[in-house]
Protein backbone atom coordinates (compact mmCIF):
# COMPACT_ATOMS: atom_id res chain seq x y z
CA UNK A 1 0.00 0.00 0.00
CA UNK A 2 2.95 2.36 0.83
CA UNK A 3 3.95 2.28 -2.79
CA UNK A 4 0.49 2.74 -4.04
CA UNK A 5 0.28 5.87 -2.03
CA UNK A 6 4.01 7.39 -3.49
CA UNK A 7 2.70 6.82 -6.83
CA UNK A 8 -0.56 8.35 -6.10
CA UNK A 9 1.22 12.04 -4.35
CA UNK A 10 4.23 10.88 -7.66
CA UNK A 11 5.35 14.91 -8.10
CA UNK A 12 5.63 15.04 -12.37
CA UNK A 13 6.90 18.40 -12.48
CA UNK A 14 10.60 17.33 -12.50
CA UNK A 15 10.00 14.62 -15.51
CA UNK A 16 7.23 16.40 -17.64
CA UNK A 17 5.70 19.67 -18.73
CA UNK A 18 2.29 17.69 -19.22
CA UNK A 19 -0.47 18.62 -16.66
CA UNK A 20 -3.89 16.76 -16.07
CA UNK A 21 -7.18 18.66 -16.23
CA UNK A 22 -10.21 16.99 -14.11
CA UNK A 23 -12.96 18.50 -16.12
CA UNK A 24 -16.03 18.86 -13.65
CA UNK A 25 -20.35 19.43 -14.85
CA UNK A 26 -23.36 18.73 -13.20
CA UNK A 27 -25.38 15.28 -14.19
CA UNK A 28 -28.70 14.79 -14.85
CA UNK A 29 -30.02 14.88 -11.32
CA UNK A 30 -28.81 18.59 -10.72
CA UNK A 31 -26.32 17.47 -7.77
CA UNK A 32 -24.48 14.82 -9.25
CA UNK A 33 -21.08 15.63 -9.55
CA UNK A 34 -19.30 14.10 -12.64
CA UNK A 35 -15.79 14.56 -13.81
CA UNK A 36 -13.10 13.21 -15.80
CA UNK A 37 -9.41 13.88 -16.56
CA UNK A 38 -6.91 14.40 -19.90
CA UNK A 39 -3.94 15.26 -20.69
CA UNK A 40 -3.10 18.40 -21.38
CA UNK A 41 0.71 19.72 -23.05
CA UNK A 42 1.53 22.09 -20.52
CA UNK A 43 -0.26 24.81 -17.63
CA UNK A 44 -2.82 26.57 -18.41
CA UNK A 45 -4.27 29.21 -16.21
CA UNK A 46 -7.32 30.82 -18.42
CA UNK A 47 -10.33 28.50 -19.45
CA UNK A 48 -10.74 30.23 -22.46
CA UNK A 49 -7.31 28.18 -23.43
CA UNK A 50 -8.88 24.86 -22.37
CA UNK A 51 -10.05 22.38 -25.00
CA UNK A 52 -13.91 21.52 -25.49
CA UNK A 53 -14.60 18.35 -24.16
CA UNK A 54 -17.58 15.83 -24.54
CA UNK A 55 -18.99 13.09 -22.81
CA UNK A 56 -21.93 10.06 -22.44
CA UNK A 57 -25.17 12.60 -21.43
CA UNK A 58 -27.01 8.85 -22.30
CA UNK A 59 -25.23 7.99 -18.91
CA UNK A 60 -26.21 10.73 -16.76
CA UNK A 61 -29.65 11.41 -17.56
CA UNK A 62 -29.00 14.24 -20.09
CA UNK A 63 -29.15 12.96 -23.45
CA UNK A 64 -30.98 9.68 -25.61
CA UNK A 65 -28.70 6.77 -26.36
CA UNK A 66 -29.22 7.77 -30.18
CA UNK A 67 -27.93 11.47 -29.95
CA UNK A 68 -25.88 11.13 -26.54
CA UNK A 69 -23.02 13.44 -27.27
CA UNK A 70 -22.68 16.67 -24.73
CA UNK A 71 -20.05 19.18 -24.92
CA UNK A 72 -18.20 20.34 -22.29
CA UNK A 73 -17.23 24.04 -22.09
CA UNK A 74 -14.55 25.02 -19.54
CA UNK A 75 -15.45 27.70 -17.73
CA UNK A 76 -13.45 28.45 -14.77
CA UNK A 77 -10.10 26.52 -13.44
CA UNK A 78 -8.56 25.91 -9.63
CA UNK A 79 -5.77 23.93 -8.39
CA UNK A 80 -6.03 20.90 -7.98
CA UNK A 81 -5.28 18.81 -4.26
CA UNK A 82 -5.48 15.57 -5.08
CA UNK A 83 -2.75 15.65 -7.66
CA UNK A 84 -1.32 18.95 -6.70
CA UNK A 85 1.59 20.40 -8.90
CA UNK A 86 0.11 22.28 -11.91
CA UNK A 87 -2.57 19.94 -12.13
CA UNK A 88 -5.88 21.56 -12.21
CA UNK A 89 -9.92 20.99 -11.77
CA UNK A 90 -11.84 22.75 -14.19
CA UNK A 91 -15.77 23.73 -14.32
CA UNK A 92 -17.52 23.36 -17.09
CA UNK A 93 -21.45 23.80 -18.32
CA UNK A 94 -22.55 21.56 -20.80
CA UNK A 95 -24.39 22.11 -24.17
CA UNK A 96 -25.47 19.89 -27.63
CA UNK A 97 -23.46 19.83 -30.42
CA UNK A 98 -25.30 22.67 -31.82
CA UNK A 99 -24.10 25.00 -29.01
CA UNK A 100 -27.53 25.50 -27.26
CA UNK A 101 -26.83 24.82 -23.55
CA UNK A 102 -28.84 21.51 -22.51
CA UNK A 103 -31.99 21.87 -20.05
CA UNK A 104 -29.05 20.89 -16.94
CA UNK A 105 -27.47 23.94 -17.89
CA UNK A 106 -28.29 26.32 -15.10
CA UNK A 107 -24.36 28.23 -15.57
CA UNK A 108 -25.55 29.64 -19.01
CA UNK A 109 -28.96 31.92 -17.54
CA UNK A 110 -26.88 33.03 -14.70
CA UNK A 111 -23.86 34.37 -16.51
CA UNK A 112 -26.85 36.20 -18.59
CA UNK A 113 -28.01 37.60 -15.71
CA UNK A 114 -24.90 38.41 -14.31
CA UNK A 115 -23.23 39.83 -17.39
CA UNK A 116 -26.21 42.74 -17.56
CA UNK A 117 -24.66 46.21 -17.42
CA UNK A 118 -27.32 46.91 -14.43
CA UNK A 119 -25.62 43.78 -12.29
CA UNK A 120 -22.47 44.48 -13.38
CA UNK A 121 -22.56 48.51 -12.07
CA UNK A 122 -24.08 47.15 -8.33
CA UNK A 123 -21.40 44.26 -8.15
CA UNK A 124 -23.44 41.82 -6.51
CA UNK A 125 -21.15 40.20 -3.68
CA UNK A 126 -22.89 36.35 -2.15
CA UNK A 127 -21.74 34.70 1.01
CA UNK A 128 -22.84 31.08 0.79
CA UNK A 129 -23.30 28.68 4.28
CA UNK A 130 -23.25 25.70 2.91
CA UNK A 131 -25.00 23.18 5.69
CA UNK A 132 -24.34 19.32 5.02
CA UNK A 133 -24.64 16.16 6.72
CA UNK A 134 -22.08 13.18 6.81
CA UNK A 135 -23.58 9.70 6.50
CA UNK A 136 -22.15 6.34 7.71
CA UNK A 137 -21.50 4.46 4.51
CA UNK A 138 -23.00 1.19 4.55
CA UNK A 139 -26.47 2.22 7.05
CA UNK A 140 -26.88 5.57 5.35
CA UNK A 141 -27.37 6.98 8.96
CA UNK A 142 -25.55 10.35 10.64
CA UNK A 143 -22.15 9.87 11.32
CA UNK A 144 -21.36 9.69 15.41
CA UNK A 145 -24.93 8.06 15.73
CA UNK A 146 -25.51 5.03 17.04
CA UNK A 147 -26.70 2.42 14.38
CA UNK A 148 -30.74 2.32 14.26
CA UNK A 149 -30.72 4.63 17.56
CA UNK A 150 -30.34 8.56 18.28
CA UNK A 151 -27.95 10.48 20.50
CA UNK A 152 -28.62 13.22 22.89
CA UNK A 153 -30.63 15.96 22.23
CA UNK A 154 -29.67 18.92 20.17
CA UNK A 155 -27.42 21.40 22.67
CA UNK A 156 -24.02 20.72 23.14
CA UNK A 157 -23.47 19.74 19.25
CA UNK A 158 -23.52 23.05 17.57
CA UNK A 159 -19.50 24.45 17.06
CA UNK A 160 -18.71 21.76 20.09
CA UNK A 161 -15.69 19.69 20.76
CA UNK A 162 -15.43 16.48 22.25
CA UNK A 163 -16.01 12.86 21.04
CA UNK A 164 -19.69 12.90 21.82
CA UNK A 165 -20.00 16.18 19.94
CA UNK A 166 -17.58 16.30 16.85
CA UNK A 167 -18.03 13.84 14.19
CA UNK A 168 -15.71 13.82 11.49
CA UNK A 169 -13.69 16.81 11.88
CA UNK A 170 -10.91 15.52 10.31
CA UNK A 171 -12.79 15.03 6.92
CA UNK A 172 -14.20 18.87 7.71
CA UNK A 173 -10.64 20.48 8.38
CA UNK A 174 -9.21 18.25 5.17
CA UNK A 175 -11.65 19.87 2.97
CA UNK A 176 -11.05 23.29 4.51
CA UNK A 177 -7.46 23.44 3.89
CA UNK A 178 -8.05 21.67 0.32
CA UNK A 179 -10.24 24.32 -0.65
CA UNK A 180 -7.51 27.01 0.26
CA UNK A 181 -5.50 25.34 -1.29
CA UNK A 182 -7.86 24.89 -4.77
CA UNK A 183 -8.22 29.27 -4.83
CA UNK A 184 -11.80 28.95 -3.33
CA UNK A 185 -12.30 31.78 -1.09
CA UNK A 186 -13.73 29.41 1.43
CA UNK A 187 -14.11 31.97 4.83
CA UNK A 188 -14.87 29.19 7.28
CA UNK A 189 -16.15 26.36 8.87
CA UNK A 190 -18.66 25.04 12.20
CA UNK A 191 -20.31 22.24 13.55
CA UNK A 192 -23.69 22.52 13.12
CA UNK A 193 -26.99 21.63 15.76
CA UNK A 194 -27.24 18.51 14.58
CA UNK A 195 -24.30 15.77 15.11
CA UNK A 196 -22.76 14.57 12.08
CA UNK A 197 -23.93 18.09 10.39
CA UNK A 198 -21.49 20.48 9.09
CA UNK A 199 -21.30 23.66 7.11
CA UNK A 200 -18.64 25.40 5.64
CA UNK A 201 -19.03 28.81 4.11
CA UNK A 202 -18.01 29.97 0.52
CA UNK A 203 -17.31 33.90 0.13
CA UNK A 204 -17.97 36.45 -0.59
CA UNK A 205 -17.34 35.96 -4.10
CA UNK A 206 -18.83 38.46 -7.21
CA UNK A 207 -21.36 37.30 -9.71
CA UNK A 208 -20.99 33.58 -11.22
CA UNK A 209 -18.05 33.09 -9.18
CA UNK A 210 -19.73 32.06 -6.33
CA UNK A 211 -21.77 29.23 -8.11
CA UNK A 212 -18.30 28.51 -10.00
CA UNK A 213 -16.73 27.94 -6.34
CA UNK A 214 -19.50 26.48 -4.21
CA UNK A 215 -19.72 23.92 -6.88
CA UNK A 216 -16.08 23.21 -7.18
CA UNK A 217 -15.75 22.99 -2.76
CA UNK A 218 -18.61 20.60 -2.81
CA UNK A 219 -16.96 18.65 -5.50
CA UNK A 220 -13.49 18.61 -3.37
CA UNK A 221 -15.97 17.69 -0.43
CA UNK A 222 -17.64 14.67 -2.56
CA UNK A 223 -13.97 13.12 -2.89
CA UNK A 224 -12.98 13.49 0.31
CA UNK A 225 -15.79 11.64 1.54
CA UNK A 226 -14.94 9.10 -0.93
CA UNK A 227 -11.49 9.02 0.35
CA UNK A 228 -12.49 8.45 3.89
CA UNK A 229 -15.39 6.13 3.46
CA UNK A 230 -18.26 8.25 4.44
CA UNK A 231 -21.30 9.27 2.12
CA UNK A 232 -22.00 13.11 1.68
CA UNK A 233 -25.79 14.13 2.08
CA UNK A 234 -27.02 17.64 0.93
CA UNK A 235 -30.94 16.77 1.73
CA UNK A 236 -32.40 19.30 3.23
CA UNK A 237 -33.86 17.39 6.28
CA UNK A 238 -31.68 14.14 6.56
CA UNK A 239 -33.75 13.23 9.57
CA UNK A 240 -37.40 13.85 10.55
CA UNK A 241 -37.92 14.61 14.15
CA UNK A 242 -36.88 17.54 16.24
CA UNK A 243 -33.86 17.70 14.14
CA UNK A 244 -32.56 20.59 12.41
CA UNK A 245 -32.51 20.68 8.38
CA UNK A 246 -29.86 21.57 6.05
CA UNK A 247 -29.59 24.78 4.50
CA UNK A 248 -28.02 26.95 2.29
CA UNK A 249 -28.28 30.69 3.75
CA UNK A 250 -27.26 33.09 0.85
CA UNK A 251 -25.90 36.64 2.05
CA UNK A 252 -25.75 39.12 -0.25
CA UNK A 253 -25.46 42.67 -1.09
CA UNK A 254 -24.87 45.25 -4.09
CA UNK A 255 -22.46 48.27 -4.63
CA UNK A 256 -25.68 50.57 -2.96
CA UNK A 257 -26.32 48.98 0.00
CA UNK A 258 -22.68 48.94 0.91
CA UNK A 259 -22.40 52.34 0.87
CA UNK A 260 -24.00 54.84 3.05
CA UNK A 261 -27.74 54.81 3.27
CA UNK A 262 -27.46 51.26 2.20
CA UNK A 263 -30.40 49.99 4.50
CA UNK A 264 -33.01 51.72 2.60
CA UNK A 265 -32.03 50.05 -0.37
CA UNK A 266 -31.61 46.59 1.86
CA UNK A 267 -35.82 46.90 2.77
CA UNK A 268 -36.87 47.80 -0.93
CA UNK A 269 -34.37 44.50 -2.01
CA UNK A 270 -36.24 42.76 0.52
CA UNK A 271 -39.83 43.99 -0.31
CA UNK A 272 -38.96 42.70 -4.10
CA UNK A 273 -38.07 39.30 -3.05
CA UNK A 274 -40.90 39.02 -0.69
CA UNK A 275 -43.16 39.76 -3.66
CA UNK A 276 -41.40 37.17 -5.94
CA UNK A 277 -41.74 34.58 -2.53
CA UNK A 278 -43.36 31.44 -4.06
CA UNK A 279 -40.89 31.55 -7.74
CA UNK A 280 -37.97 31.74 -5.24
CA UNK A 281 -39.08 28.93 -3.27
CA UNK A 282 -39.59 26.83 -6.36
CA UNK A 283 -36.23 27.14 -6.90
CA UNK A 284 -34.48 27.00 -3.69
CA UNK A 285 -33.95 23.11 -3.71
CA UNK A 286 -35.84 19.83 -3.46
CA UNK A 287 -37.87 18.72 -0.52
CA UNK A 288 -37.55 22.17 1.11
CA UNK A 289 -41.20 22.04 2.27
CA UNK A 290 -39.66 19.24 4.80
CA UNK A 291 -36.94 21.95 6.05
CA UNK A 292 -39.08 24.94 6.02
CA UNK A 293 -41.70 24.51 8.80
CA UNK A 294 -41.86 27.45 10.88
CA UNK A 295 -39.44 25.56 13.27
CA UNK A 296 -35.80 24.69 13.46
CA UNK A 297 -34.98 28.15 12.98
CA UNK A 298 -36.32 28.22 9.98
CA UNK A 299 -39.32 30.45 8.32
CA UNK A 300 -42.74 28.47 7.34
CA UNK A 301 -42.79 28.15 3.67
CA UNK A 302 -45.67 29.28 2.98
CA UNK A 303 -45.11 32.80 4.63
CA UNK A 304 -42.63 35.26 3.57
CA UNK A 305 -41.06 37.61 6.21
CA UNK A 306 -38.13 39.22 7.45
CA UNK A 307 -36.33 41.00 10.87
CA UNK A 308 -33.23 42.15 12.21
CA UNK A 309 -31.52 39.04 13.69
CA UNK A 310 -34.30 36.85 13.76
CA UNK A 311 -33.82 33.41 12.60
CA UNK A 312 -37.21 32.59 12.21
CA UNK A 313 -37.61 34.82 8.91
CA UNK A 314 -37.32 34.33 5.46
CA UNK A 315 -34.96 37.08 5.20
CA UNK A 316 -32.23 38.15 7.90
CA UNK A 317 -30.74 41.73 8.52
CA UNK A 318 -27.56 41.67 10.75
CA UNK A 319 -27.24 44.02 13.98
CA UNK A 320 -24.70 45.42 12.39
CA UNK A 321 -26.20 46.14 9.01
CA UNK A 322 -28.87 47.75 11.07
CA UNK A 323 -26.53 49.92 13.21
CA UNK A 324 -24.17 51.17 10.20
CA UNK A 325 -27.57 51.95 8.28
CA UNK A 326 -25.75 50.07 5.34
CA UNK A 327 -24.54 46.35 4.64
CA UNK A 328 -25.90 43.04 3.43
CA UNK A 329 -28.84 40.29 4.41
CA UNK A 330 -29.04 36.77 4.33
CA UNK A 331 -31.70 34.78 2.67
CA UNK A 332 -31.89 32.02 4.92
CA UNK A 333 -34.65 29.86 2.73
CA UNK A 334 -32.45 28.10 -0.33
CA UNK A 335 -32.21 24.57 1.13
CA UNK A 336 -28.74 22.65 1.36
CA UNK A 337 -29.23 21.27 -2.47
CA UNK A 338 -30.22 24.15 -4.35
CA UNK A 339 -28.15 25.31 -6.94
CA UNK A 340 -26.35 27.98 -6.55
CA UNK A 341 -26.16 28.79 -9.97
CA UNK A 342 -29.76 29.34 -10.07
CA UNK A 343 -30.12 31.16 -6.46
CA UNK A 344 -27.45 33.41 -6.81
CA UNK A 345 -29.01 34.68 -10.18
CA UNK A 346 -32.26 34.82 -9.59
CA UNK A 347 -31.42 37.45 -6.42
CA UNK A 348 -30.14 39.82 -8.64
CA UNK A 349 -32.79 39.46 -11.27
CA UNK A 350 -35.45 40.05 -8.64
CA UNK A 351 -33.53 43.11 -6.64
CA UNK A 352 -31.52 44.36 -9.38
CA UNK A 353 -33.12 44.36 -12.57
CA UNK A 354 -36.80 44.44 -10.73
CA UNK A 355 -38.13 41.10 -12.26
CA UNK A 356 -41.28 41.05 -10.15
CA UNK A 357 -43.47 37.85 -12.27
Partial sequence: ????????????????????????????????????????????????KLPKWNYDGSSTGQAPGEDSE??????????????????????????????????????HNAAKIFSHPDVLAEEPWYGIEQEYTLLQKDVQWPLGWPVGGFPGPQGPYYCGAGADKAFG????????KACLYAGINISGING?????????????????????????????????????????????????GDWNGAGAHTNYSTKSMRQDGGFEVIKKAIEKLGLRHKEHISAYGEGNDRRLTGRHETADINTFSWGVANRGASVRVGRDTEKAGKGYFEDRRPASNMDPYTVTSMIAETTILGKLL
Fill in 1 to 48: MSLLSDLVNLNLTDTTDKIIAEYIWIGGSGMDLRSKARTLSGPVSDPS
Fill in 192 to 240: EVMPGQWEFQVGPAVGISAGDELWVARYILERITEIAGVVLSFDPKPIQ
Fill in 169 to 176: RDIVDAHY
Fill in 70 to 107: VILYPQAIFKDPFRRGSNILVMCDAYTPAGEPIPTNKR
